[in-house]
């Protein structure tokens, strides 16, 4: 398992992937917003999609887990 | 003169400009968000109005909300700071049509300098050169290859419309162009509302001079010579000074002089009045016009430290129907400023690095000025851009105005978000900045850790 987290705090303007899904290292999952920029983050790892912990325009601290991969 | 007036701005803008007009004898009226009701310009103006929440479309960008705000306390006009409605011809005209005073130009002028395609074409018709690319709007793939092959490569795919960045990209190739051309058209049609997109030749490492200029009604323009901007991220400016280190000790006086007459000839084909920035892009020996914005610029302190013209005292006495008392040969710099824009980010990665500000000490010492948003105990939140403040430094010479700011920078201290107050450091050790070797790509290849 592996915990994709927040590397900036903002708040959640697109996810973009779904539970189940396959995904390799460098696919976006979730693009976070912060002051006025739109900031992509990126599986580290591949594998599939466990749990999406986030829901779209939720605010979100850096350190916060946006999605669980398995 | 206004009895009262209206900031619709937010941060050391709103600050800067209610220091200002109630220097002037008039009243001041804040307007904010819920994000930014503990902030210092709130509390300072005479009177504060809530917009609405955080989110600029409920807040700043609210036009019902501001309009309601001026008629309630009775404010004669309004002053859009920069960004948010500063340049919304609809705004500046709903404003009128209320007997509110827009403090900006004449929203026919601003219509003109919006699309930038016909912005092009207009100033190039008037004589001010011009960087290679369409004439008009490129419609589908087909024709921006065709024309990127007249242009040559690499071309930059704009949206018409856009602004500080967003919607620009470069392409090496064919190939590039391709994606980076459907890209663009959606990001256009994301944040502008429409699909238009044109082409133009890419410089690789060009400087960026702008020329400020002060018109009034009366049709009445002057020039208030030049600032350089060159040192950017993510095409927003870090630093900006006046004047260019490229006409220091009366080096490149033609090219300083072709940069003002094709200033001032931009600003006349708009028909424009009030403070605006004529924008250029430097590339060996030419100056190309990019864009004129339409209103108070991030960097209008250098300008006014140097020149000693009040800008903003200007914007509101032109808005009130005052003829200009200036005079062009009037105009002369004294000195040199440079500007840091103090930004809540990594000073690496620029990632935004929003919370609270725990700690926040301004320097101090001779020719040091900071225009700060934010005092310690605020807490910068992630609704707006990342700048927090702008700590603007003189001195008589450029090498004086250096050591001042390394001191200055040194001692300024911030904690509790990341800053690039760092990165101003590295910057101001570069060899190449101190030498005045500037350009747009300065960042990339200087100042890394």
Same mark, same amino acid.
């Given at each position: 398992?592996?915990?994709?987290?927040?590397?900036?705090?903002?708040?959640?303007?697109?996810?973009?992937?779904?539970?189940?899904?396959?995904?390799?290292?460098?696919?976006?999952?979730?693009?976070?917003?912060?002051?006025?920029?739109?900031?992509?983050?990126?599986?580290?790892?591949?594998?599939?999609?466990?749990?999406?912990?986030?829901?779209?325009?939720?605010?979100?601290?850096?350190?916060?887990?946006?999605?669980?991969?398995? | 003169?206004?009895?009262?007036?209206?900031?619709?701005?937010?941060?050391?803008?709103?600050?800067?400009?209610?220091?200002?007009?109630?220097?002037?004898?008039?009243?001041?009226?804040?307007?904010?968000?819920?994000?930014?009701?503990? !902030?210092?310009?709130?509390?300072?103006?005479?009177?504060?109005?809530?917009?609405?929440?955080?989110?600029?479309?409920?807040?700043?960008?609210?036009?019902?909300?501001?309009?309601?705000?001026?008629?309630?306390?009775?404010?004669?006009?309004?002053?859009?700071?920069?960004?948010?409605?500063?340049?919304?011809?609809?705004?500046?005209?709903?404003?009128?049509?209320?007997?509110?005073?827009?403090?900006?130009?004449?929203?026919?002028?601003?219509?003109?300098?919006?699309?930038?395609?016909?912005?092009?074409?207009?100033?190039?018709?008037?004589?001010?050169?011009?960087?290679?690319?369409?004439?008009?709007?490129?419609?589908?793939?087909?024709?921006? !290859?065709?024309?990127?092959?007249?242009?040559?490569?690499?071309?930059?795919?704009? +949206?018409?419309?856009?602004?500080?960045?967003?919607?620009? +990209?470069?392409?090496?190739?064919?190939?590039?162009?391709?994606?980076?051309?459907?890209?663009?058209?959606?990001?256009?049609?994301?944040?502008?509302?429409?699909? /238009?997109?044109?082409?133009?030749?890419?410089?690789?490492?060009?400087?960026?001079?702008?020329?400020?200029?002060?018109?009034?009604?009366?049709? %009445?323009?002057?020039?208030?010579?030049?600032?350089?901007?060159?040192?950017?991220?993510?095409?927003?400016?870090?630093?900006?000074? +006046?004047?260019?280190?490229?006409?220091?000790?009366?080096?490149?006086?033609?090219?300083?002089?072709?940069?003002?007459?094709?200033?001032?000839?931009?600003?006349?084909?708009?028909?424009?009045?009030?403070?605006? /920035?004529?924008?250029?892009?430097?590339?060996?020996?030419?100056?190309?016009?990019?864009?004129?914005?339409?209103?108070?610029?991030?960097?209008?302190?250098?300008?006014?430290?140097?020149?000693?013209?009040?800008?903003?005292?200007?914007?509101?006495?032109?808005?009130?129907?005052?003829?200009?008392?200036?005079?062009?040969?009037?105009?002369?710099?004294?000195? %040199?400023?440079?500007?840091?824009?103090?930004?809540?980010?990594?000073?690496?990665?620029?990632?935004?690095?929003?919370?609270?500000?725990?700690?926040?000490?301004?320097? /101090?010492?001779?020719?040091?000025?900071?225009?700060?948003?934010?005092?310690?105990?605020?807490?910068?939140?992630?609704?707006?851009?990342?700048?927090?403040?702008?700590?603007?430094?003189?001195?008589?010479?450029?090498?004086?105005?250096? +050591?001042?700011?390394?001191?200055?920078?040194?001692?300024?201290?911030?904690?509790?978000?990341?800053?690039?107050?760092? !990165? %101003?450091?590295?910057?101001?050790?570069?060899?190449?900045?101190?030498?005045?070797?500037?350009?747009?790509?300065?960042?990339?290849?200087?100042?890394?850790?």
């Amino acid at each position: 398992m592996a915990d994709v987290t927040a590397h900036i705090t903002g708040t959640v303007w697109k996810i973009e992937c779904k539970v189940g899904q396959t995904v390799n290292a460098g696919d976006t999952l979730v693009i976070l917003e912060s002051m006025k920029m739109e900031m992509p983050v990126e599986a580290t790892d591949g594998g599939v999609v466990k749990e999406i912990r986030c829901k779209e325009t939720q605010a979100v601290s850096e350190g916060d887990v946006l999605v669980v991969l398995g | 003169m206004f009895k009262k007036i209206l900031v619709a701005n937010r941060g050391e803008i709103a600050r800067r400009i209610i220091t200002v007009a109630r220097g002037m004898g008039m009243q001041t009226v804040a307007v904010y968000s819920d994000a930014d009701a503990e !902030l210092p310009f709130v509390k300072e103006a005479d009177e504060a109005v809530r917009l609405g929440p955080a989110p600029a479309k409920d807040s700043y960008l609210n036009v019902a909300a501001l309009l309601d705000a001026a008629k309630k306390t009775k404010a004669e006009a309004i002053h859009p700071g920069y960004g948010f409605i500063s340049e919304n011809a609809e705004f500046a005209k709903t404003m009128a049509d209320s007997g509110i005073v827009f403090v900006g130009p004449p929203p026919e002028a601003m219509l003109r300098m919006k699309d930038k395609s016909e912005a092009r074409r207009l100033v190039a018709a008037a004589g001010v050169p011009i960087v290679p690319g369409t004439k008009d709007t490129v419609a589908d793939v087909a024709t921006a !290859l065709s024309e990127a092959e007249r242009i040559g490569y690499p071309v930059l795919c704009k +949206a018409a419309g856009g602004g500080g960045g967003i919607g620009m +990209a470069v392409a090496n190739t064919p190939a590039e162009l391709e994606k980076v051309f459907r890209a663009c058209v959606d990001r256009a049609r994301a944040a502008f509302s429409r699909d /238009t997109v044109y082409l133009e030749r890419y410089f690789p490492a060009p400087r960026h001079l702008e020329v400020q200029i002060l018109g009034d009604l009366k049709g %009445h323009t002057l020039h208030i010579l030049d600032r350089e901007c060159s040192i950017q991220r993510r095409h927003q400016k870090v630093v900006e000074e +006046a004047g260019s280190p490229l006409f220091l000790d009366g080096q490149n006086t033609s090219v300083r002089e072709q940069l003002y007459e094709a200033g001032l000839k931009a600003a006349k084909a708009f028909g424009y009045a009030n403070a605006g /920035t004529v924008e250029f892009l430097y590339s060996d020996g030419q100056v190309y016009f990019i864009e004129m914005n339409a209103r108070l610029q991030v960097e209008h302190p250098v300008t006014e430290l140097t020149t000693g013209v009040d800008l903003i005292g200007w914007q509101f006495r032109i808005a009130a129907g005052e003829a200009l008392t200036l005079k062009q040969e009037d105009i002369t710099r004294k000195g %040199h400023a440079l500007e840091f824009r103090i930004y809540a980010e990594d000073p690496v990665k620029f990632f935004p690095s929003p919370g609270p500000l725990k700690v926040f000490q301004a320097p /101090t010492g001779t020719g040091v000025r900071l225009d700060a948003g934010y005092a310690e105990g605020n807490t910068v939140t992630p609704n707006y851009d990342p700048m927090i403040a702008k700590l603007i430094i003189s001195g008589d010479s450029r090498a004086q105005a250096i +050591a001042r700011a390394k001191d200055a920078l040194a001692s300024f201290k911030i904690e509790g978000i990341k800053h690039n107050v760092p !990165l %101003h450091l590295r910057i101001l050790e570069s060899e190449a900045f101190v030498a005045g070797r500037i350009d747009t790509k300065f960042l990339e290849h200087h100042a890394k850790p």
